[in-house]
């Protein structure tokens, strides 16, 4: 077995202490991460505090995990020691599904396997996650980080970076794209990032005056704050793809309205309840509401080598392990600019 130390929270909200735990042994098709740095996720929060239903205590969390190879198993063809290596949401899935055939794991049909506070596939195994110093994963299940990039502001790109690169991505953005972000914190940021370096014109829809700078630093061209509807009417049919990465409940239509014909807003953020959503928003020009998670792992590595391609980063405030708890009542605040990642080596 491998002796790891870890940040547990013991039951629901509790404050997080250390907490020393096994993993498994390196296995054939196993790599052994020394990890680095391990990035806070609002579903990290989420969880902690069972607002998304009951969970397992105690709990390890962190799926936003980047490190080097320590150890390698004797049939790891992906990775050698020293590598820099990353992992995300997901640890496993059926890998026989046709989602997982069309390298879709995080659509499983049988589900992924979460990186923490969830039962492995053999039934009987907690996961924990990455606010840890060490970490076992099968080689398919994680991404090669290019050297160039570091680690610290690659850490969210595990989730955050992949959760805004994926739409992008499936629904086409490149050079002529009109693009709105709604929303500039931990997903945002990196939306305005990737859909600029396609070269799509972006637009950030926020609440927030005070963002203005970084917004337009970032590569966004334009920012509208947002504070009534009719702040948006000089939008109307303007843009071709929304990413709404805020979890506030919003009226949503007033959103659909500035779509383009043919245009898509992606719910990536999660909400607390339904939107209430008028068809007619819909039907006035053809508009499609869809959603979007993650990616699979090899949109992940795709990711990643268009990053270290273009220098994008998140960008983070790095913490060290006492600093956990009050790092979540920060994000709860939004007061984070605009990822807090965990130094490992404080654990």
Known sequence: MTKV?????????????????TRRSVGVHDVL????????????IHQVRE?????????????????VVR????????????????????????????????????????GMTGT????????????????SNRFVVNENYAVKIDKTLALD????????????????????????S???VMGLGGLGHMGVKFAHALGAHVTVLSHSESKREDALTMGADEFIVVHEPQDLTPLKRSFDLILNTVSAQIDINIYLATLKIDGTLVVIGLPGAPYPVQVGALLNGRKSLAGSMIGGIGQIQEMIDFCAQHSILSDVEVINAEYVDEAYERTVASDVKYRFVIDAKTI
């Open 116 to 131: 923490y506070n969830t039962v492995e596939r053999d039934g009987v195994t907690v996961a924990m996650g990455g606010y």
């Open 71 to 110: 150890e390698i198993g004797s049939s790891v063809k992906k990775f050698a020691i020293g590598d820099h290596i990353g992992v995300g949401v997901f640890i496993d899935s059926c890998r026989d599904c046709q989602p997982c055939r069309d390298g879709l794991e995080q659509y499983c049909d049988g």
């Open 5 to 21: 130390r870890g940040l547990a929270a013991l039951s629901k909200g509790a404050p997080f202490v250390r907490h020393d735990f």
């Open 153 to 176: 502001g690659v850490a969210p790109l595990l989730c955050a970076g992949i959760t805004l690169y994926s739409p992008l991505k499936h629904w086409k953005v490149g050079k002529g």
């Open 51 to 67: 607002e998304w239903g009951p969970s397992i205590f105690p709990m390890v969390p962190g799926h936003e995990i980047a490190g």
């Open 33 to 44: 991460i020394d990890i680095a740095y391990a990035g806070i996720c609002h579903s990290d």
């Open 178 to 180: 009109r693009v709105a």
